[in-house]
C-alpha cells in the first residue's frame, strides 16, 4: 500500500457549550383530603349537571397558580370508609389551594357569584395592540378593557354583553348572543360556565365559549372557540383572547361580588 506523505489532517474540536441552566422545579406533595357531599350539587338544582366531584377536579387542574405549570396537578377521586376523597398530587400550593375549595363546598350556605360578560369581536390587529395572544389570560382593570371596547367599535367590531350572572358553586349557567347582521359566521355564540369557591373571596370560574348550530339551511356544526379557566377576586377583572375563524374573540370577566346571600 502507497503510503500518502505530507497530508494535513484536519480535526474539528466542537467548541465548548455553555453549561444550560437547570430549569428550577417546583417542589411536589402528596395528601389525600376528604371531600364533602358532591350529591348536594348534582341536579339539585335545574340548571345543575351530574357529577360535581369530576366536574370540580377538572376545573382545579386547569386553574392557574404561580410557580406551577397548567395541567401539572393530579387529583385522583376514590373512596374510604368515611366516604369520597381526593388524591392530590402537586405543589403545596396547588394542594392547599384544593383543600381550601372543598372547604368552602363543606359549608351549609356557599353563597352566590356575581359576574359580568362581554364579548368582543374585532379585527387580529387591534387585539394584538392591546397584547393580547390567542390563549392567554391576563389580569386587566376598567380603564384597559373600556380602552378595548373603544378600539372595538372604532373598527367596527362587535360588543356583546350578555346579562348578569349569579351563579351558585358547581352550578352551570348559559348566555347566548345572536350574529351581528352581516357576520360572515352566523352561529351564535354560545358561553356555558360555572364556579367554584376558593379561598376568602376568590372564585374559579371555568368558561366554554363555542359557536352554536348554524341558522335553518346552513349546515356548519358546533365548534369550540376557548376553554380557559380565570381565578378572580370580588372586584377583579380578566380578559383572554381567542382566534373566531378570522377574526379575534376577547372575552372580559369581571368578577362583581362573591359570598351573595341565595335568594339576593
Given at each position: 500500500?502507497?503510503?500518502?506523505?505530507?497530508?494535513?489532517?484536519?480535526?474539528?474540536?466542537?467548541?465548548?457549550?455553555?453549561?444550560?441552566?437547570?430549569?428550577?422545579?417546583?417542589?411536589?406533595?402528596?395528601r389525600?383530603?376528604?371531600?364533602?357531599?358532591?350529591?348536594?350539587?348534582?341536579?339539585?338544582?335545574p340548571?345543575?349537571?351530574?357529577?360535581?366531584?369530576?366536574?370540580?377536579?377538572a376545573?382545579?387542574?386547569?386553574?392557574?397558580?404561580?410557580?406551577?405549570?397548567?395541567?401539572?396537578?393530579?387529583?385522583?377521586?376514590?373512596?374510604?370508609?368515611?366516604?369520597?376523597?381526593?388524591?392530590?398530587?402537586?405543589?403545596?400550593?396547588q394542594?392547599?389551594?384544593?383543600?381550601?375549595?372543598?372547604?368552602?363546598?363543606?359549608?351549609?350556605?356557599?353563597?352566590?357569584?356575581?359576574?359580568?360578560?362581554?364579548?368582543?369581536?374585532?379585527?387580529?390587529?387591534?387585539?394584538r395592540?392591546?397584547?393580547?395572544d390567542?390563549?392567554?389570560?391576563?389580569?386587566?382593570?376598567?380603564?384597559?378593557?373600556?380602552?378595548?371596547?373603544r378600539?372595538?367599535?372604532?373598527?367596527?367590531?362587535?360588543?356583546?354583553?350578555?346579562?348578569?350572572?349569579?351563579?351558585?358553586?358547581?352550578?352551570?349557567?348559559?348566555?347566548?348572543?345572536?350574529?351581528?347582521?352581516?357576520?360572515t359566521?352566523?352561529?351564535?355564540?354560545?358561553?356555558?360556565?360555572?364556579?367554584?369557591?376558593?379561598?376568602?373571596d376568590?372564585?374559579?370560574?371555568?368558561?366554554?365559549?363555542?359557536?352554536?348550530?348554524?341558522?335553518?339551511?346552513?349546515?356548519?356544526?358546533?365548534?369550540?372557540?376557548?376553554?380557559?379557566?380565570?381565578?378572580?377576586?370580588?372586584?377583579?377583572?380578566?380578559?383572554?383572547?381567542?382566534?373566531?375563524?378570522?377574526?379575534?374573540?376577547?372575552?372580559?370577566?369581571?368578577?362583581l361580588?362573591?359570598?351573595?346571600?341565595?335568594?339576593?
Amino acid at each position: 500500500m502507497a503510503a500518502v506523505f505530507g497530508a494535513v489532517l484536519q480535526v474539528t474540536v466542537p467548541a465548548q457549550q455553555a453549561p444550560e441552566k437547570a430549569i428550577p422545579v417546583a417542589p411536589q406533595a402528596a395528601r389525600i383530603l376528604r371531600c364533602p357531599d358532591f350529591g348536594r350539587f348534582d341536579g339539585a338544582t335545574p340548571n345543575q349537571g351530574p357529577n360535581a366531584l369530576a366536574r370540580f377536579a377538572a376545573i382545579l387542574r386547569q386553574l392557574p397558580m404561580d410557580g406551577a405549570p397548567a395541567r401539572s396537578l393530579t387529583l385522583s377521586p376514590g373512596r374510604s370508609a368515611r366516604g369520597a376523597i381526593l388524591a392530590a398530587r402537586g405543589t403545596p400550593e396547588q394542594i392547599d389551594t384544593v383543600a381550601g375549595a372543598l372547604a368552602q363546598l363543606e359549608r351549609e350556605s356557599v353563597g352566590n357569584t356575581r359576574l359580568q360578560f362581554s364579548m368582543v369581536l374585532v379585527p387580529l390587529a387591534v387585539a394584538r395592540a392591546h397584547r393580547l395572544d390567542p390563549g392567554k389570560t391576563v389580569v386587566t382593570d376598567a380603564a384597559a378593557w373600556a380602552e378595548l371596547l373603544r378600539d372595538a367599535v372604532k373598527a367596527k367590531g362587535s360588543v356583546h354583553n350578555p346579562t348578569e350572572v349569579i351563579a351558585g358553586a358547581l352550578a352551570p349557567f348559559v348566555r347566548e348572543v345572536t350574529a351581528t347582521e352581516g357576520a360572515t359566521d352566523r352561529r351564535p355564540l354560545r358561553l356555558r360556565g360555572e364556579i367554584v369557591p376558593l379561598q376568602g373571596d376568590e372564585v374559579a370560574i371555568a368558561v366554554h365559549v363555542e359557536r352554536g348550530v348554524a341558522p335553518v339551511g346552513e349546515k356548519r356544526a358546533p365548534s369550540m372557540v376557548a376553554e380557559p379557566v380565570f381565578r378572580l377576586a370580588a372586584g377583579k377583572s380578566a380578559m383572554m383572547m381567542a382566534l373566531d375563524g378570522e377574526t379575534a374573540l376577547v372575552l372580559i370577566v369581571r368578577c362583581l361580588e362573591t359570598g351573595v346571600a341565595e335568594g339576593k
